[in-house]
T-cell receptor, first 115, second 114 residues
Framework: DTEVTQTPKHLVMGMTNKKSLKCEQH?????MYWYKQKAKKPPELMFV?????LSINESVPSRFSPECPNSSLLNLHLHALQPEDSALYLCASSPWGAGDAGELFFGEGSRLTVL | AQSVTQLGSHVSVSEGALVLLRCNYS??????LFWYVQYPNQGLQLLLK??????LVKGINGFEAEFKKSETSFHLTKPSAHMSDAAEYFC????????????FGGGTRVLVKP
């Protein structure tokens, strides 16, 4: 199994809703990442978990709340979002923790639309 | 601070022609360099990586890249373009001494003409 699986693939939510994005990998990777990608732009790092601990928060607004329940799962809880938060949210993992400089393995992404 | 620059946001090539995508990085310490491809409405797939071993790196789908320290470049090439190569390509850099974050260039969209 060499995949990073993200659900849902598409999500539409209102500004008062609470929703979550889910990411799962069964490759035994020890670092997991959330990236945000706006249309026609490169991905931008949001959060990094290394060995299930939050190691990097790129000054992301608190309406985005990450959670890493175990080494295989990564969630992104969404609350009171703004229309400008509409984007493709990409999850990624890497084998040896965030201190290693190897490649990241990306999921297909969850496309979020905030109305 | 680390950064990576891709020259040309769009490249148009004819099927069968050479594909050349340019990437330059800025770093005072040795970087790890990557090329990713993104097809429409999909995630990113690793094409190849440079991690301080051979300077000429071969990747998937016939792509290769050469690390040139003197030019701080890591250009991506493919001898003969195929229609399926139409996609967005991102160069990315990771530097252990600088937070080890994977930072992307602006991307280059490749259009392949029949």
């Amino acid at each position: 199994d060499t995949e990073v699986t993200q659900t849902p693939k598409h999500l539409v939510m209102g500004m008062t809703n609470k929703k979550s994005l889910k990411c799962e990998q069964h490759m035994g990777h020890r670092a997991m990442y959330w990236y945000k990608q706006k249309a026609k732009k490169p991905p931008e790092l949001m959060f990094v978990y290394s060995y299930e601990k939050l190691s990097i928060n790129e000054s992301v607004p608190s309406r985005f709340s990450p959670e890493c329940p175990n080494s295989s799962l990564l969630n992104l809880h969404l609350h009171a979002l703004q229309p400008e938060d509409s984007a493709l949210y990409l999850c990624a993992s890497s084998p040896w923790g965030a201190g290693d400089a190897g490649e990241l393995f990306f999921g297909e992404g969850s496309r979020l639309t905030v109305l | 601070a680390q950064s990576v620059t891709q020259l040309g946001s769009h490249v148009s090539v004819s099927e069968g022609a050479l594909v050349l995508l340019r990437c330059n990085y800025s770093s005072s310490v040795p970087p790890y360099l990557f090329w990713y491809v993104q097809y429409p409405n999909q995630g990113l797939q690793l094409l190849l990586k440079y991690t301080s071993a051979a300077t000429l790196v071969k990747g998937i789908n016939g792509f290769e890249a050469e690390f040139k320290k003197s030019e701080t470049s890591f250009h991506l090439t493919k001898p003969s373009a195929h229609m399926s190569d139409a996609a967005e390509y991102f160069c990315a850099v990771r530097i252990k001494a600088a937070g080890n974050k994977l930072t992307f260039g602006g991307g280059t969209r490749v259009l392949v003409k029949p």
